[in-house]
């Protein structure tokens, strides 16, 4: 019942971000973020020995696209309920090129992050005329307009979505054969986690941090606090979008539901449960909701009633998430 | 011409009191609670529901068949019913998080939302059952001169505008309003006083849940009553509470109201953009007037 908690006291109570970090923690820190990326990697690159490749493909689909959320929500303090336009918008934009106009299917993820990116840019800097909760409830309401587009628009395929993508070739490699395929979405979720990742930790990211610390000061220190949350906002929205149109191509399939704002939601439940404002929860959070709707399959709509559960119990419980709350069980730092 | 526009300008203000009393409860929560609450479309859902449940199954469930709680009472009772799960929702979960970032609260009520969407849907099925208890008073239409008015809507049109006008009278003219604004300035002076606050919180969200439990039953009758009805609803509201800016009791109910009407007419001129008008409207007040035409804050 407090008023207006201002940006400064935004997510200090859920993750440790205020804090200095001591001479040890940042050793250890930096020996456990390393271990953490040789695990990443190895995972990437073995995991079609052991699991289907078209579910691991999905799996890194959606850590991409959480990762790009987790730009915003959790190193800009911006939450976005819209980022399903991104990711779905694109994935139609992706199929419409390389199943119409007949282009390669890098062209057409490309194609979608740029879309995406373009889409970003007027979401974000509407967007970004309010603050705080209003920031979530107009990216929502554009992001219906998005949706309402992809339904109506006569390309799209309306109720039945963007059928029969086909995958194509890369540097005349058959993409329909699944380990190709597979290392291609694996190259992309390595690039754009990489990318992520040296966002956060250049000049650029810092400042983007210190807004989320404290929008006020940031600006006094003369930041134009706008532009930086605008081009963070792009960021995220392009690399969505990369992610959804790459999940059009492994599925050969742009459809609604990627559109909807549920899947806006799914992107924060994968960020929120894995850990916001963390390098590696979002990847942990998608592995988790997704291996879980996987499983749940059976039990049909109850799923939603699951997912919302947890949800639930995460804001009220691990606000920190599951990297978050393994980092200050073992005092390193997430970041 | 006329008449068609006059037509679906009344199907529109039929709309458009709706989103007023939805918006009006989603604002007046906000004041006091600074919670944006998404559970309200799913409550508004769940009121639809609780009219259906008391005319067709609590007669069934204790073994009197041809007993029907009706719309009448269901008008009374729903709102209650609503607003008690809401106070639940409020004291046993909401509570915990006054104290972090409001994003965390909009967050608990996305939650309740999957979950209320998602029982219903296994319950009922996620298409619509329409609801039997129309009263024979309502049934049948009026003759408005340029069209045939069905009197169900009329009513509920009537009724909507004076419940809004009421609250409002209540909120800004009477000592329980007084309070209650006075706690969204400042609560700890108002506790200093000795009111007890979290009492007053949990009986406001209760209030404003009730609203949209009572905006369920009135859209019962016309409408079929079904798990998602609420689903893309709370989006539109949070585009009229983004344009009539949340600070405003009066600003909530007349930009409600203002947009269904304009939805209605957009229907005559060019149908497709029916659903998207309201979110365009959106981001032109926010090009023109960012803090919303009623809005406070900047």
Redesign the interface.
Same mark, same amino acid.
């Given at each position: 019942? /407090?008023?207006?908690?201002s940006s400064h006291? /935004?997510?200090d109570?859920?993750g440790e971000f205020a804090e200095s970090v001591p001479h040890e923690k940042l050793a250890r820190s930096r020996a456990a973020q390393a271990v953490l990326w040789v695990l990443l990697i190895a995972a990437v690159l073995f995991a079609p020995a052991v699991l289907y490749p078209v579910f691991v493909m999905q799996l890194l689909c959606f850590a991409l696209f959480a990762c790009a959320f987790n730009l915003l929500i959790g190193f800009t303090g911006l939450?976005s309920?819209g980022h399903a336009a991104f990711f779905g918008g694109a994935a139609y934009i992706c199929g419409h090129v390389v199943k119409v106009w007949g282009l390669p299917p890098l062209l057409g993820i490309l194609g979608g992050g740029v879309f995406a990116a373009a889409l970003g840019y007027v979401v974000g800097s509407?967007a970004i005329?309010?603050q705080?909760?209003?920031f979530?409830? %107009?990216t929502?309401?554009?992001a219906?307009?998005v949706y309402?587009?992809a339904l109506?628009l006569p390309f799209t395929g309306g109720e039945n979505g963007l059928q029969g993508i086909p995958r194509g070739t890369l540097f005349g490699l058959d993409l329909n054969s699944p380990l190709p395929m597979y290392y291609f979405v694996a190259a992309i979720f390595l690039a754009g986690f990489l990318i992520i990742y040296r966002t956060i930790h250049s000049p650029f990211g810092q400042v983007l941090q210190a807004i989320r610390e404290n929008e006020p000061r940031a600006r006094s220190l003369g930041y134009n606090v706008d532009r930086f949350k605008l081009i963070a906002f792009v960021l995220s929205a392009s690399l969505a979008g990369v992610a959804g149109s790459t999940k059009a191509i492994v599925f050969q399939f742009a459809s609604l539901t990627d559109a909807h704002? #549920?899947m806006s939601?799914e992107v924060?439940l994968m960020t929120?449960i894995g850990g916001m404002g963390t390098i590696f929860g979002p990847v942990v959070g998608s592995v988790v909701i997704i291996t879980l709707q996987h499983y749940l399959a059976d039990i049909?709509?109850?799923? #939603?009633?699951? %997912?919302?559960? %947890?949800?639930?119990v995460s804001?009220?419980l691990f606000?920190r998430g599951i990297v978050g709350e393994l980092a200050r069980m073992l005092k390193i730092s997430s970041v | 011409m006329l008449k068609l526009l006059l037509a679906q300008g009344m199907l529109g203000l039929n709309n458009g009191v709706f989103y007023a009393m939805m918006s009006l409860g989603l604002a007046v929560i906000f004041g006091? !609670? =600074?919670v944006?609450n998404f559970a309200h479309g799913a409550l508004y859902m769940l009121g639809a529901f609780v009219a259906l449940i008391l005319y067709t199954y609590v007669g069934l469930w204790f073994g009197l068949s041809g007993f029907h709680i009706g719309f009448w009472p269901a008008l009374i009772l729903t709102p209650i019913i609503v607003g008690g799960f809401g106070m639940l929702i409020e004291r046993f979960?909401l509570r915990?998080?006054?104290?972090?970032?409001?994003?965390?609260s909009? !967050?608990?009520t996305?939650?309740? &939302? *999957?979950? *209320?969407?998602?029982?219903f849907? =296994?319950i009922f099925s996620?298409s619509g059952t329409p609801y039997p208890g129309m009263p024979d008073a309502l049934k049948g239409v009026v003759n408005l001169g340029f069209m045939m008015f069905p009197k169900f809507r009329l009513f509920a049109i009537v009724f909507s505008l004076i419940v809004c006008l009421i609250v409002w009278y209540v909120i800004e003219r009477t000592k329980v309003g007084a309070l209650l604004r006075a706690g969204t300035e =400042?609560?700890e002076l108002v506790k200093a006083f000795g009111v007890n606050?979290?009492l007053m919180?949990t009986l406001t969200f209760g209030f404003g849940t009730g609203l949209a439990g009572l905006a369920g039953v009135l859209a019962a009758p016309i409408y079929s009553v079904s798990p998602l009805m609420g689903a893309?609803l709370i989006?539109i509201i949070?585009?009229v509470?983004?344009i009539g800016g $949340?600070g405003s009791i009066m600003g909530a109910v007349v930009s409600g109201i203002a947009l269904g009407l304009i939805e209605g007419v957009t229907k005559v001129f060019y149908a497709?953009a029916a =659903? &998207?008008v309201?979110?365009?409207l $959106?981001?032109i007040v *926010? *090009?023109v007037r960012?803090?919303g035409l009623f809005g406070r804050e900047g």
């Open positions: 019942m /407090t008023k207006p908690a006291q /935004t997510l109570q859920a939450l309920f509407l005329r309010r705080g909760i209003y979530a409830m %107009i929502l309401a554009l219906q307009i309402f587009l109506q704002w #549920q939601g924060i929120l049909g709509s109850w799923v #939603q009633v699951v %997912i919302g559960a %947890i949800f639930i804001v009220l606000r | 006091l !609670l =600074n944006v979960l915990w998080l006054y104290k972090f970032d409001p994003i965390y909009l !967050l608990l996305f939650g309740v &939302t *999957l979950v *209320l969407q998602g029982l849907v =296994n996620a =400042n609560p606050v979290p919180v893309d989006i949070f585009a509470v983004v $949340m497709p =659903n &998207t309201i979110f365009f $959106m981001v *926010l *090009l960012p803090s």
